[in-house]
Each structure stands twice: as C-alpha cells, then as structure tokens.
C-alpha cells in the first residue's frame, strides 16, 4: 500500500515546469488532487472494501482510480468535483474487477487461494464479520447503493447520480437492502 506522504512537494520556480506539472488553471491541479488524496485516500479505500472482498484487490483500486484522474485531471474542470469523479472511478473499477474475477471463475478449472496482503492489519476494523457477510449476501445494486448511502455518506440524489439511478431506484435498492441486511443479521446472531 502507497501511504499518503507527509511532506509536501516543493513548487517549481518557473510557469514552464508547472505547466509540465498540469497544474494549470483549467482543470484539477496536481497540488489539489494530492491534497485530495490525503484527505481522502483511507475512506476511498473503504469504499473499495465493501465493494470487493479482499484487502489487495481495494488498494489496487484505489491507486488506479487515483492514476486515471490524475491522467485525466484537465477534464475534471471543477477543483471541488474531485472527489465524486474519483468515488465513480473507485466504484467503476470495483465493478470491473467484480467481472474480471466471474469471467476468471469461468475459465478456471478451481478457484486460486486468497493471499492477504501485508496491511491485513490495517482493515481489522473496517471488517466487522458479520456485518461483512451479511453486506456480501446482498445484490450488488442493494450493497452499492447502501455502501455509498450510508458509508460514503453520500445523500440519495448523490447516490443515484453516481449510480446512475431514479432517485426511486435508489430508494427502493435502500429499503430493500436494509431489510435484507435487518434479517441477515439477526439470523447470524
């Protein structure tokens, strides 16, 4: 896992380097989508950890969300926009690597083993048991929309536009997520 760094990168001296840099007036900077991942970087990777099952394939994830917006950061023309393009980019990859793993399944003969990375450690608290079970027990609709409702914080017209959803679709994968996740949990326990 690539931590944020602490010390932050010293600026050129001359416009030319910065516009080498892309930090430039149109578009996300690099300073801003540094700052961004300082901020963020942890509860992206949270995301990714309820959307996927394993610790390694989350921090792949993340850092390649982080590299296509970086790649693409003259597009993203509104500095504050950052972070929803990239909780798409990390939701968008989850769903990518999901297919992957089913076409892998297909393919394969059996099933490789699961390593756990090095930070295993590091997602002790994030990894609940049964909550997590019950989370994987869900359809994928329902577990997006309530890991980006309630984890991502994000509100129900946030979520169907990330998802691209009704804002009644969104609802409805809400209550019914709930509900299954209410009767996953109590028949744990």
């Known amino acids: 896992m690539i931590a944020p760094w602490s010390a932050p990168r010293p600026a050129r001296a001359t416009a030319q380097s910065a516009d080498a840099d892309g930090a ?11 700052e961004t991942y300082r901020a963020h970087y942890r509860s992206l990777l949270g995301l990714a950890a309820l959307l996927l099952d394993d610790t390694a394939s989350c921090e792949d994830v ?19 926009k950052t972070l929803a393009y990239l909780r798409q980019t990390v939701v968008n990859l989850s ?6 793993r089913i076409l892998g399944m297909k393919l394969l003969s059996k099933p490789m083993p699961d390593m756990a990375s090095a930070e295993e450690g590091a997602y002790e608290q994030l990894e609940r048991d049964e909550l997590i079970r019950a989370m994987r027990g869900l359809q994928r609709r329902q577990r997006e929309v309530l890991v980006l409702r309630y984890f991502a914080d994000m509100t129900e017209a946030q979520v169907a536009e990330t998802l691209g959803l009704s804002l009644g679709s969104v609802k409805a994968y809400g209550s019914r997520g709930i509900a299954a996740l209410r009767v996953a949990m109590e028949a744990a326990s």
């Open 24 to 34: 430039t007036a149109a578009g996300t900077t690099v300073d801003h989508l540094t």
């Open 62 to 80: 993340v850092q390649e969300a982080f590299i296509r917006v970086h790649s693409a950061r003259k597009r993203v023309r509104d500095p504050e």
């Open 95 to 100: 769903r990518s690597t999901l297919r992957r």
